[in-house]
């Protein structure tokens, strides 16, 4: 049923190939880190994503997975507003790492800029 | 086709008529449909539909321009010399349907439009889906979703919002926004609370078929584009094993792994693997890398380490209650549910059907009667008979 193929789809990558695909992928994730260019270092917030925690945005789970597809069920999540969010960030599990923070920011909309 | 050809032709007619003029545009492309409705049972089909089409639309637009051309020359006659009587034919040449496309794709993610109209008009612009489609998978009705979609191009209207691609200094930030925008698309179909799953299905390509057309320019094949795509592939792979012939969920542990798509993962990894390069890594990337690891189902240490290494790197970029709970579902496979309920405890997230069916999950072989009692709550919030059902099936599993 699968109608939409890219023009590679031809071809299936052996799940040894995938694998070393992975391992480039998680070797490039943890240099990232090693360098220092996460961004937003300290805190580990990169501020292009903040907006998933966001005035009015709808902010659904992601296509994760996991809980959803072994358990079922769906949801969607709003935050009316960033105190409400801020609210949420508080039970993020990075605070119980001691120095961690968890930054909550309301973008700028319709400046053309942010989202 | 009929899907198809719509989303072509209108996103040529928008960019040429500019969003002032949307009535216009929709009703030439509508015009088109209803006189290939009224022609084609009669005449037959012509040898060569698609170019059909295209030449009534052109013509019509044709006779549109001729007509808002006279109008123009009574009421303002010194404009009548004016070059604005020249009347081009409009472009349905390949080339410039992917860039009206793209531009369109660019103009409705607009951040001045709220994200919900943003993909309802992707839906109904980029994707061609008719009003009653959309209704059923937002679970709504037509007149909600006419009216919504109505706003929504008020503002595009309001904001005068033109149909092109954003500066080269702008790309990125305005990328994002789109990113966003096909995710929640892809999101839409995926987790649809509408049992439609041929409507479900088709969503999810639509999205991907999207960002595809962002990777096949040059402008905006970045690495996030590319995270996200492998994002949808691997999750697309399971499209076709998740709900039975009745369109019931068939959870996870219970699919058939040989109705798993080996191309979709195999297109995943792919991606993935070329979206590991530049200096950002984006939520896509590491929810990218966690849907990796969903296409392998053998449980293992290393597969829930590397899942819950993943989500504890998510939550420090992008918080989410959700991926928050999802982590300490991989986190009860690395450590025990008694601590993964300690996990819980820690949150502080407002309990919604989703938290309940985790704590029943978790409180499963722990303590029963707990279990039933989140089950039961999780039962309260079901929307859907299929819903329900499962959850009821999750219920009688514990006697």
């Known amino acids: ?61 992601g296509p994760f997975g996991e809980i959803k597809e072994t358990l079922g069920g769906y949801v969607v999540v709003k935050a009316k507003n960033a105190d409400e969010a801020a609210e949420c960030a508080k039970g993020c599990p990075v605070l119980q790492g001691e120095g961690n923070t968890v930054e909550v920011r309301r973008l700028a909309k319709g400046d053309g800029v942010h989202a | ?80 010399t004016n070059t604005h009587v020249f009347i081009d034919e409009i472009d349905l040449s390949p080339q410039n349907i992917s860039d009206s496309q793209l531009q369109m794709m660019f103009a409705i993610c607009h951040p001045a439009i709220p994200t919900e109209a943003q993909v309802g008009l992707a839906l109904r612009i980029l994707c061609g889906f008719g009003i009653d489609e959309i209704a059923d998978a937002f ?56 049992s439609n799953k041929v409507v479900n299905t088709d969503i999810c390509f639509e999205a991907i078929r999207l960002c595809t057309m962002l990777i096949e320019c040059p402008l905006t094949n970045k690495p996030g584009v590319n995270a996200l795509l492998a994002l949808m592939y691997f999750h697309a792979s399971r499209l076709d094993a998740r709900t039975d012939e009745n369109g019931a969920h068939i959870l996870y542990n219970d699919q058939d792994i040989d109705l798993w798509d080996k191309h979709s993962i195999s297109n995943g990894a792919l991606y993935l693997h070329r979206s ?5 890594l984006s939520k896509y990337h590491i929810e990218a890398m966690i849907a990796y690891w ?31 709970l999802n982590r300490v579902f991989a986190f009860s496979k690395v450590f025990t549910n008694e601590q993964a309920i300690a996990e819980v405890a820690k949150l502080k997230v407002k309990p919604d059907q989703f938290y309940f069916m985790l704590m029943g999950y978790l409180y499963t072989e722990v303590d029963n009667g707990q279990a039933a009692s989140y089950y039961h709550d999780a039962l309260k919030l079901a929307k859907t008979k299929p819903n329900e059902e499962l959850i009821l099936k999750k219920v009688n599993e514990l006697r």
């Open chain 2, 139 to 194: 679970l709504s009705n037509k007149e909600t979703i006419a009216k919504r979609l109505y706003r929504a191009k008020e503002k595009l209207r309001q904001q005068k919002i033109s149909i092109e691609l954003p500066s080269a200094t702008q790309i990125d930030a305005r990328l994002d926004n789109v990113l966003l925008t096909i995710y929640l698309l892809f999101n839409e179909g995926y987790y649809s609370i509408s």
């Open chain 2, 276 to 280: 590991a390069n530049g200096n950002n």
């Open chain 1, 1 to 61: 049923m699968l109608i939409f193929r890219h023009q590679d789809g031809g071809k299936i990558a052996s799940p040894e190939q995938m694998q070393i695909w992975m391992q480039q992928t998680m070797d490039w994730l943890n240099g990232l880190k090693a360098t220092g260019n996460f961004e937003g270092k300290g805190d580990g917030l990169i501020f292009d994503d903040a907006k998933v925690v966001h005035h009015d945005k709808t902010v659904t789970n």
């Open chain 2, 294 to 324: 969903l296409t392998q189902r053998t449980d293992s240490k290393e597969k829930w380490q590397a899942v819950l290494g993943l989500y504890n790197k998510l939550l420090q970029i992008a918080y989410s209650p959700v991926a928050a």
């Open chain 2, 1 to 80: 086709m009929f899907r198809t050809e719509y989303r072509k032709i209108v996103a040529v007619l928008y960019r040429h008529f500019g969003f002032e003029q949307m009535e216009t545009a929709e009703d030439i492309a509508s015009d088109t449909f209803a006189t290939a409705a009224q022609n084609w049972p009669i005449n037959g089909v012509p040898p060569n539909p698609i170019a059909w089409l295209y030449a009534v639309a052109k013509n019509k637009a044709k006779t549109a321009m001729q007509r808002s051309n006279l109008f123009d020359s009574k009421i303002s006659p010194q404009l009548e």
